[in-house]
Structures are given as C-alpha cells and as structure tokens.
C-alpha cells in the first residue's frame, strides 16, 4: 500500500541509508575510512603536537592545540565528504546505478540518503578523534563552546560540496575520476591553514587560501579554542564562501548529470 | 485516444561512433506483451534507456501512461518495473534487504510483504536470506525479475531477462510472467535472442535493425511477411542483412 509523497520520499532516503549500513556492515576494510585513520591522524598530529610544544617557548607552545583542533575539525569535512563521493562510488562499483535510476526515486533523495548515513559515520569518526584527543592529549573538543556548532555545520556542507563535485566528475569522466574521492581534499588540505593560520603560506599562494570557505572556518575554530570571543567575520566569511560552493557543486552535479544522459554514460555501469 | 502504456514518438540517438536509433515510434498498450528484436546493435537497449529516461534523446519523445519524460520522471517511474539479464545483485546484501530497499524505493509501506510475495510468485521464497554472493546467476537474474514486479507495476520492461537460466526456470519465470500480465493488465515489452521465448510471451513483436523499426506485428504476420517459418528465420535473416550492410 502507498502513502502520501513526503512519506514516500522519507521513506527513499532511509532505504538509501539503510542500503549503505548493510554494505558497511559487511565490508570490514571499510571500517578504516570510518575509524582507522581519524585515530591514526589524532595520534600523528597529537604526538608531533606535544612534541614540538616541549621545546617550543610562548605563544608557540599552541601548536598542540592548532593540532588537534585542525584535526578534528578536519574529520569533519572528510568524513562528511568521503562518505557521499564513497557512497555514490559503490553504485557504480555493485553496478547498481541502472536499477536506482529506473526508481522513481529523485536526485536529492538520493543524495539525501547517501549523506545521512555519513552522518551515523562522521559521528563516529569524529567521536574516535575528540576521544583520543581527550584522552591522550587533555583536549576537551567541548572547550571550544558552543561556537563549534556553527562551525561544524559549515564544513559538514563543505564537505558535502566537494562530493557532489566528486560524483559530479565520475558521472563525466568515469571510474578514471574515483581517485578524486580521496585526493581532492588533500589538495584543499594545505591551502586551508587546517593547522596553521593562513599567514604561515607562502605569500603567493596566500589570496587562494583566503577564498576558501574551509579556512575561516578552520580559523575560527582556532580561535575559540584559543579562548577568542566568537569570531563572527571569520563565520561571516567562511558561511558565504560555504554558500557559494554548495550552490556551484548543485549546478556542477545537475550539469554532469545532464550530460551523462546525453551521452548514454549509463552503458559505463551495464 | 486510449492512453498507452508507453508511446515513445521519433526517437533518435547518435553516439560518437555513429546513429545508435533512427527514427523509432515504439506504442505499448496497457496490457499488452511487446517483443523488442533484433541483431546485436540494433538499438534495442538504447530504445529501452531512452524509453525509461536514463538517456536523453537526440530527437523524439517519450511517455509513460501520460507521463511525459523527462519531467514527469518520479510519476512515470511509479508505474514501471525494470530488470535486466546482465546486471548484478550488490554482494554485501542479503535478497530481503535488496528487495526491502527497492520496495521502499518505490514507495510501498509493507515492502517486505511485497517482497516475499513476489518471491514465491517465482518460486524463490527459500532465497530471502541468502546473501549475493551465495546466489547462482540464474538466481541473481531470478531476484532481478522479483524486484521489478514486487510493487506490481503497470508496465514491465525487461532487457534479456532470461539470458542466464537453465530452460525450467527460465519455464517459471516465463509462466509467473505470463500470470502477472493476466492478473494485473500489466504491459510487457521484453528483448530476448530466444526467439521461442519471445513467441510464448509475446503477443505482438517489434524488430529493429540499425536503429530503425523493420517489423511490427504478430509474430506470425511477420514470418509470413519475411518469408519464414517462425521469429528465429526473420532474425537470422536481418542479422545476415546487417552483416552483409
């Protein structure tokens, strides 16, 4: 029996999220992208941290804490951004896409599926980092306040932007772009200031990390663990920059997804 | 005018290496069973893709009971099943949950109910928790079928269904079709090489040879037309011609 179409595409975006929660279930090795190298990352990060702050002298005895804030807001981005680009992947892996198109499921539905499940993962691989961070390091992600909220909803969209423009260049360029899954961060990564101001760049490369949305956020982030007062031009900037790049990557994906179509790319997943 | 099942008007499609279909009108009526035949590269899946909206015609349009692709999409989509010989069951689920999800997909709210009717329609009900990669191909292609009927579309499209089963089960799921078709005035266009297959299930065949509409009739107008004695000669016939082209 049917119900009414909210329900109906309610309904859609569990089954997208319950399809992946199978898959996860029984493919252990994915647990590494999960877990594995969050706690990895805290442990290289914390260790260097503590390390270059035993000899360090003043204000640079922060570096433990731009460490590890870097890297616990970094595992948000990343897992809410390897989780959708993975999770379209599968698709194309299973050769599954075919019969989900043929649904009268909608794009977003989709997409809204694919993300909530990243959600249950970005919890719990941003819940391994802040724990090891605590416990090993004395770093209390709740210190940064209430300020982390904003934050941590602006690089959740971040990273769900740079996915769609993942699955946006596997639609057009094929499996030959699946590496971009796990590359295309690590390029932002650097320009981004994720542990170090922006100022510490080299001076030519500096005007690209300020137009990243991810640095004001990694910035203010920097700043309420510091014990700032909420850095509201940082937010301003990094929600407008965030802005931006969600409503790029939605036309980006509509586009490649239009072109796929047009091209029968389709015949790539049979 | 009675509304169809699916009306698909002028379709053509050009690929870089060359005109994939030229020209197809293809009408299934609502409780029709439609053949789509013809040699390899004819163009009959990429006339399937374009007729579900997978892909985008050059030229032409399609519908679906009055859908109109591709804004109507999700409506149109409601009302179809799909399934294909050649595509996969994904390894890490079970076939409950596969049809679980494709259920909800399609909106139904008992969606295990759906399923394991489905399941036993086919004679598979013993499959429901087995996981892909316990599964035959035959019985990976069986549950394909069982998905695209479990929310007992109106219109049934199925690309070489059959491909890979052993002569009794493909005898099953040629029988549980038949029935479904009966039951629900479900609509059928079906491609297979198994021109037998096609004569049992079919009630009217469309042949295609290098993207265009050759034939279209019953299966015995068209081999009396072509001089043959049944489906298999006018296949063998065209496939020779298009060789020869």
Same mark, same amino acid.
């Given at each position: 029996?049917?119900?009414?179409?909210?329900?109906?595409?309610?309904?859609?975006?569990?089954?997208?999220?319950?399809?992946?929660?199978?898959?996860?279930?029984?493919?252990?090795?994915?647990?590494?992208?999960?877990?594995?190298?969050?706690?990895?990352?805290? @442990?290289?990060?914390?260790?260097?941290?503590?390390?270059?702050?035993?000899?360090?002298?003043?204000?640079?005895?922060?570096?433990?804490?731009?460490?590890?804030?870097?890297?616990?807001?970094?595992?948000?981005?990343?897992?809410?951004?390897?989780?959708?680009?993975?999770?379209?992947?599968?698709?194309?892996?299973?050769?599954?896409?075919?019969?989900?198109?043929?649904?009268?499921?909608?794009?977003?539905?989709?997409? +809204?599926?694919?993300?909530?499940?990243?959600?249950?993962?970005?919890?719990?691989?941003?819940?391994? @980092?802040?724990?090891?961070?605590?416990?090993?390091?004395?770093?209390?992600?709740?210190?940064?306040?209430?300020?982390?909220?904003?934050? +941590?909803?602006?690089?959740?969209?971040?990273?769900?932007?740079? +996915?769609?423009?993942?699955?946006?260049?596997?639609?057009?360029?094929?499996?030959?772009?699946?590496?971009?899954?796990?590359?295309?961060?690590?390029?932002?990564?650097?320009?981004?200031?994720?542990?170090?101001?922006?100022?510490?760049?080299?001076?030519?490369?500096?005007?690209?990390?300020?137009?990243?949305?991810?640095?004001?956020?990694?910035?203010?982030?920097?700043?309420?663990?510091?014990?700032?007062?909420?850095?509201?031009?940082?937010?301003?900037?990094?929600?407008?920059?965030?802005?931006?790049?969600?409503?790029?990557?939605?036309?980006?994906?509509?586009?490649?997804?239009?072109?796929?179509?047009?091209?029968?790319?389709?015949?790539?997943?049979? | 005018?009675?509304?169809?099942?699916?009306?698909?008007?002028?379709?053509?499609?050009?690929?870089?290496?060359?005109?994939?279909?030229?020209?197809?009108?293809? #009408?299934?009526?609502?409780?029709?069973?439609?053949?789509?035949?013809?040699?390899?590269?004819?163009?009959?899946?990429?006339?399937?893709?374009?007729?579900?909206?997978?892909? #985008?015609? $050059?030229?032409?349009?399609?519908?679906?009971?009055?859908? %109109?692709?591709?804004?109507?999409?999700?409506?149109?989509?409601?009302?179809?099943? !799909?399934?294909?010989?050649?595509?996969?069951?994904?390894?890490?689920?079970?076939?409950?949950?596969?049809?679980?999800? !494709?259920?909800? *997909?399609?909106?139904?709210?008992?969606?295990?109910?759906?399923?394991?009717?489905?399941?036993?329609? !086919?004679?598979?009900?013993?499959?429901?928790?087995?996981?892909?990669?316990?599964?035959?191909?035959?019985?990976?292609?069986?549950?394909?079928?069982?998905?695209?009927?479990?929310?007992?579309?109106?219109?049934?499209?199925?690309?070489?269904?059959?491909?890979?089963?052993?002569?009794?089960?493909?005898?099953?799921?040629?029988?549980?079709?038949?029935?479904?078709?009966?039951?629900?005035?479900?609509?059928?266009?079906? #491609?297979?090489?198994?021109?037998?297959?096609?004569? %049992?299930?079919?009630?009217?065949?469309?042949? *295609?040879?290098?993207?265009?509409?050759?034939? $279209?009739?019953?299966?015995?107008?068209?081999?009396?037309? !072509?001089?043959?004695?049944?489906?298999?000669?006018?296949?063998?016939?065209?496939?020779?011609?298009?060789?020869?082209?």
């Amino acid at each position: 029996m049917n119900s009414g179409p909210a329900a109906e595409s309610a309904r859609r975006v569990f089954a997208i999220a319950a399809r992946h929660a199978y898959v996860l279930r029984r493919s252990p090795h994915r647990v590494f992208d999960v877990v594995v190298w969050p706690a990895v990352d805290v @442990v290289l990060f914390g260790s260097i941290g503590i390390f270059a702050a035993s000899r360090a002298t003043g204000t640079a005895r922060q570096v433990t804490l731009y460490l590890l804030v870097g890297v616990v807001l970094w595992h948000v981005v990343y897992q809410a951004q390897i989780a959708v680009a993975t999770g379209f992947l599968e698709e194309t892996w299973s050769r599954t896409v075919l019969n989900l198109m043929v649904t009268p499921m909608r794009e977003w539905e989709y997409l +809204a599926g694919v993300a909530l499940f990243g959600l249950v993962k970005l919890v719990a691989g941003v819940g391994v @980092v802040a724990l090891i961070a605590w416990g090993a390091y004395a770093f209390d992600v709740t210190s940064i306040g209430v300020g982390l909220i904003p934050i +941590a909803v602006l690089l959740l969209a971040i990273g769900w932007a740079i +996915a769609m423009f993942v699955v946006g260049l596997v639609l057009r360029f094929g499996s030959g772009a699946e590496v971009l899954a796990w590359g295309i961060l690590f390029m932002t990564m650097p320009l981004s200031g994720v542990f170090y101001p922006v100022s510490a760049l080299p001076a030519a490369i500096r005007p690209i990390g300020r137009a990243l949305p991810t640095t004001h956020a990694f910035e203010a982030g920097r700043l309420l663990a510091a014990g700032r007062p909420t850095p509201w031009g940082e937010l301003w900037l990094a929600g407008a920059g965030t802005a931006v790049l969600v409503v790029a990557s939605l036309g980006y994906l509509g586009w490649m997804l239009r072109i796929f179509r047009a091209r029968g790319y389709i015949t790539r997943y049979l | 005018m009675e509304t169809a099942a699916l009306r698909a008007v002028g379709l053509v499609k050009e690929y870089r290496r060359g005109r994939a279909v030229d020209g197809v009108d293809l #009408t299934v009526r609502t409780g029709e069973r439609v053949g789509l035949l013809g040699p390899n590269g004819a163009g009959k899946t990429t006339t399937i893709l374009m007729s579900l909206g997978v892909v #985008t015609p $050059d030229a032409g349009s399609v519908e679906i009971f009055g859908h %109109r692709l591709p804004r109507a999409r999700p409506t149109a989509m409601a009302e179809v099943g !799909f399934a294909a010989g050649y595509l996969p069951l994904p390894n890490q689920m079970r076939v409950i949950e596969y049809l679980r999800m !494709f259920g909800r *997909l399609y909106g139904l709210r008992r969606a295990d109910d759906a399923a394991q009717a489905a399941l036993e329609r !086919f004679g598979v009900g013993h499959l429901a928790r087995a996981l892909g990669t316990e599964l035959s191909s035959g019985q990976k292609t069986l549950v394909g079928i069982v998905k695209a009927v479990l929310h007992e579309p109106r219109l049934l499209v199925l690309d070489e269904p059959t491909a890979s089963l052993d002569p009794d089960v493909a005898q099953r799921v040629r029988t549980g079709l038949g029935d479904l078709c009966a039951e629900h005035a479900t609509a059928l266009l079906v #491609t297979s090489h198994n021109m037998v297959e096609v004569e %049992r299930l079919c009630e009217r065949v469309v042949f *295609l040879a290098r993207g265009r509409v050759v034939a $279209d009739g019953t299966p015995s107008d068209i081999a009396h037309r !072509f001089g043959r004695d049944g489906l298999e000669g006018v296949f063998l016939h065209l496939a020779r011609d298009e060789e020869a082209a």
